[in-house]
């Protein structure tokens, strides 16, 4: 088996219902607008050491709730070597 690059694509989805209209990642996931960070263009080409936008489900520091709450954060990833 040959080796393979760890890349993925970020892009926008279409919505079914409504023809002509893509939803962001905040309409998508459900996810408060004070609860995420500046959307991010799409990028057909993301590699490790780019940022990329990732929804994450976590309490929030700032309330006595302890219910998860998604939030939109921008994150560098990468592959960590064995």
């Known amino acids: 088996m ?3 690059c760890a890349r993925g694509v970020y892009r926008d989805y279409p919505a079914a219902p409504v023809p002509n209209r893509t939803l962001t990642l905040l309409e998508t996931f459900e996810i408060d607008p004070e609860r995420a960070e500046p959307e991010m263009a799409p990028d057909c080409n993301v590699a490790p050491t780019k940022t990329s936008p990732v929804v994450i489900a976590r309490v929030p520091k700032d ?3 302890e219910q998860p709450q998604r939030q939109l ?4 990833w990468g592959l960590l070597p064995n």
């Open 2 to 4: 040959g080796r393979r």
């Open 63 to 65: 309330t006595d709730d």
């Open 73 to 76: 954060r921008n994150l560098k």
